[in-house]
T-cell receptor, first 113, second 113 residues
Framework: NAGVTQTPKFQVLKTGQSMTLQCAQD?????MYWYRQDPGMGLRLIYY???????DKGEVPNGYNVSRLNKREFSLRLESAAPSQTSVYFC????????????FGNGTRLTVT | QQQVKQSPQSLIVQKGGISIINCAYE??????FPWYQQFPGKGPALLIA?????SEKKEGRFTISFNKSAKQFSLHIMDSQPGDSATYFC????????????FGTGTRLKVLA
């Protein structure tokens, strides 16, 4: 049981380049999330998708776009990377309704130079 | 109002000692309070969680104490072990169509052998 799978694990970009972070879950979860983790700042929500076909902004959406491709997959796109987007990005999923916990992937470490 | 304040930022405990991490919140709409444990290079994983109608929850060596009137909750790790060395995040969530989570800034715990 793979859970939440993120690719790539590491990425280095130059300022202005674009890239897409991929996330897939095999737990049949309805909700999916993208977080970024920065030292001393915890995990901050970028975007989330409550169900297939819907997406909404979180706390720090600027500079990012998302696509909920199907129930399994939720991608995060950086159109024009900036050094401020250097971070570790985590995808998570959960069932809908009730106090269901988040299940996280192992992250993508992104460096923008 | 949406913040969760976590302290301390770092903690060093001797093997066999008690580790205590504290969190405080403002928003009374929060109705689920999980703690996540994160090892280096991995995503956070659910450790233990509590709802506000309960004042304490214990799972093995891990206990959450919840004080609804003070809007505070804490994680106690009894008989701390070197394998507990990790970063711990408290979180709070509420249902706004789907459950969204706000995370504390994290506590880096080191248990000395």
């Amino acid at each position: 049981n793979a859970g939440v799978t993120q690719t790539p694990k590491f990425q280095v970009l130059k300022t202005g380049q674009s890239m897409t972070l991929q996330c897939a879950q095999d737990m049949n979860h309805n909700s999916m999330y993208w977080y970024r983790q920065d030292p001393g700042m915890g995990l901050r929500l970028i975007y989330y998708s409550a169900s297939e076909g819907t997406t909404d902004k979180g706390e720090v959406p600027n500079g990012y776009n998302v696509s909920r491709l199907n129930k399994r997959e939720f991608s995060l796109r950086l159109e024009s990377a900036a050094p401020s987007q250097t971070s570790v990005y985590f995808c998570a999923s959960s069932t809908t309704g009730g106090s269901s916990p988040l299940h996280f992937g192992n992250g993508t470490r992104l460096t923008v130079t | 109002q949406q913040q969760v304040k976590q302290s301390p930022q770092s903690l060093i405990v001797q093997k066999g000692g008690i580790s205590i991490i504290n969190c405080a919140y403002e928003n009374t709409a929060f109705d689920y309070f999980p703690w996540y444990q994160q090892f280096p290079g991995k995503g956070p994983a659910l450790l233990i969680a509590i709802r506000p109608d309960v004042s304490e929850k214990k799972e093995g060596r891990f206990t959450i104490s919840f004080n609804k009137s003070a809007k505070q909750f804490s994680l106690h790790i009894m008989d701390s072990q070197p394998g507990d060395s990790a970063t711990y995040f408290c979180a709070a969530s509420w249902n706004s169509g789907t459950y969204k989570y706000i995370f504390g800034t994290g506590t880096r715990l080191k248990v000395l052998a």
